[in-house]
């Protein structure tokens, strides 16, 4: 059942601003700015935040707290229910195209289907699931992302330390030959344009629009649809149907961005394995474990922070509340997902929760989002990262850098993967031929 709504009082209200809100605007929302994530883990800001959210639970109860600043009243949840409602009510009372996400995501994907309210959704959704082919397990072209995934990887188990900056220089070609096809591998200067505009949106509406950089990444977007052989995703969306609306080339730019974050899991998967030989071995062998893995990283350390809506008509609320349509609803999954007192695995790394159904079953457990805006992209994601793993846990791998990543005391709940360094033990096993591909990082 729905909770009853309370008003915070202004200093519960200073306090979230100051605790949850200032550390992750600096860190950046849309994309991450690596020393002040080296802060914020340093602090860990996330656990600040978290106790915030404790406190108003403490003082307020389950039910949503209304967070009011002038100009826009903010919905703050507190309980699963709440969540399961709005996250399921999405398409209906609430919608997820809400103010401060479309100023941000604006800068570079104005026609996302994220950030399409009314009746154009429906048709850029069905766009989206059929050009990514949700909800199967795999894309039609994942043979060919195989492949590819495969080749950016040799070049990794060389060298014997995987840092950040390499990891993640060969995640990007993976995107870009995944997303635009292999013709786009080595360009960098797609991946230069999505991230200066990404820059812009962390400063959301404050942040003048560069509209020649983003004519740029859309004219260069359109040239890989235009090939005599479109590759990649770039293959599928030529063979997807698309009303005139539908606006593909804005479409792949979310996918281009989303992908993203799919490193900054991966990454960190590899880490938590890394000092956890038993689970180490378990996911060398069997590949629904180590998806379990990607994705148990994404809960302990979500890459979308919050889920925002904006309620689409009066909503009403036990205790005889209304709010007006354009409210902000705030679901802070990286509270939810840590929440010690309904989860007893809240800060261990636990991969089990995602083959027993526990995690299914907790609608408050969403890192890719759920009900009608739920990522389309999750396969994919997993998909690519599992596959990446799999390359790379041909090494034993050790840290190298002073995470506190391993077993025996809780996790902390901001972490800095920047600055994660492993290092690797024996040489790996059976690698193929030598590669095609070069590193270029
Ligand atoms: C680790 C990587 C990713 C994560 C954590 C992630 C997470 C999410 C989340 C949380 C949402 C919902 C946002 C909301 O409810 O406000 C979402 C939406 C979406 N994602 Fe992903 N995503 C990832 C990668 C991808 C990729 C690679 C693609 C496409 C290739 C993709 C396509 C989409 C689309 C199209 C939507 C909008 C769905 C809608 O509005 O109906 N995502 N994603």
């Known amino acids: 059942m729905a909770q009853e709504v309370t008003l915070a009082n202004w200093s519960d209200v200073a306090r979230l601003f100051a605790l949850g809100l200032v550390p992750n605007l600096a860190q950046g929302v849309i994309i991450r700015r690596p020393l002040a994530v080296r802060l914020a883990a340093g602090l860990d800001t996330n ?106 990887a040799r070049p990794l188990l060389a060298g014997g330390t995987l840092t950040w900056k390499r990891f993640h220089a060969a995640y990007q070609r993976i995107v870009r030959r995944i997303v635009f096809g292999d013709a786009a591998r080595d360009d960098e200067r797609i991946t230069e344009l999505r991230d200066k505009l990404r820059g812009d949106g962390n400063w959301f509406m404050l942040h003048r629009k560069r509209h020649s950089l983003r004519r ?28 005139a609306d539908v606006k593909p080339v804005a479409q792949m730019q979310h996918w281009f961005f989303a992908f993203d974050a799919a490193p900054i899991g991966a990454y960190l998967a590899l880490g938590l394995l890394a000092g956890r030989p038993a689970e180490a071995a378990r996911a060398r062998a069997d590949r629904a474990y180590l998806q379990a893995c990607v994705l148990e990283s994404q809960r302990l350390w979500p890459t979308s922070l919050a889920l925002l809506r904006d309620t689409t008509v009066e909503t009403h609320w036990p205790g005889g509340v209304t709010l007006p349509a354009g409210t902000a609803v705030i679901f802070c999954s990286s509270y939810f997902h840590r929440d010690a007192r309904r989860l007893s695995y809240a800060d261990r790394f636990e991969p089990e929760v995602w083959l027993d159904g526990r995690a299914e079953a907790d609608w408050s457990i969403a890192p890719f989002s759920r009900g009608s805006a739920e990522c389309p992209g999750r396969n994919l994601v997993l998909f690519t990262s599992a596959t990446l793993l799999t390359e790379l846990l041909r090494c034993d791998w050790r840290l190298s850098s002073s ?39």
């Open 216 to 243: 740029e990444l859309f004219v260069r977007t359109q040239r890989y649809l235009d090939l005599p052989e479109p590759g990649g995703l770039a293959r599928a969306v030529c063979d997807t149907p698309a009303a």
């Open 47 to 152: 656990a600040w935040a978290c106790r915030s959210l404790d406190r108003l639970r403490e003082r307020y109860g389950p039910g949503p707290v209304l967070v009011g600043v002038p100009g826009r009243q903010s919905l703050v949840l507190l309980s699963v229910e709440d969540v399961r409602r709005v996250l399921g009510e999405t398409g209906a009372s609430f919608t997820a195209a809400n103010k401060e996400k479309s100023a941000a995501l604006s800068h570079f994907e104005p026609d996302g289907v994220l950030i399409t309210p009314g009746a154009a959704r429906a048709q850029r959704r069905r766009f989206n699931e059929a050009a990514l082919d949700y909800p199967a397990a795999e894309h039609r072209f994942h043979e060919v992302f195989r492949e590819a995934i495969r080749e950016e």
């Open 403 to 441: 995470h506190r990543l391993g077993p025996g005391r809780p996790l902390p709940r901001t972490v800095d993967h920047t600055s994660l360094r492993l290092t690797a033990g024996g040489s790996p096993t059976a690698v193929p031929a030598p590669p095609v591909a070069q590193d270029t990082a």
